[in-house]
């Protein structure tokens, strides 16, 4: 049993910034990646940005040169960086981690609203 604890979330003005830390329950090196996904209101879960094992990143489009994932091997944490963000942006956030026999565990999700 893995279990992720996402914080961070919050209401922040377009154009500003939050980062979003998540804890894992053990060695965040025993799964094949780690990642961030979000849910908008009416919306599909899509996936926002991974960390590979090696430390290789990859990011949705949306959000390239806006947000960065990040990882602390040493506190078992996964963080996303975000910057520049719009009303888009605002969804609930949830952290996950596959393993490399394929099985994914989720957090309980953190909102981000983004709005004046």
């Known amino acids: 049993q893995v279990q992720l604890v996402e914080s961070g979330g919050g209401l922040v003005q377009p154009g500003g910034s939050l980062r979003l830390s998540c804890a894992a329950s053990?060695?965040?090196?025993?799964?094949?990646?780690m990642g961030w996904y979000r849910q908008a209101p009416g919306e599909q879960r899509e996936l926002v940005a991974l960390?590979?094992?090696?430390?290789?990143?990859s990011y949705a489009e949306s959000v390239k040169g806006r947000f960065s994932i990040a990882r602390d091997t040493v506190k078992n944490m996964v963080f996303l960086q975000m910057s520049s963000l719009e009303p888009e942006d605002t969804a609930v956030y949830y952290c996950?981690?596959?393993?490399?026999?394929?099985?994914?565990?989720w957090g309980q999700g953190t909102q981000v609203t983004v709005s004046l």
């Open positions: 996950t981690a596959t393993t490399a026999h394929g099985t994914t565990w």
């Open positions: 053990g060695s965040i090196f025993s799964f094949l990646n």
């Open positions: 960390i590979f094992g090696g430390g290789t990143t």
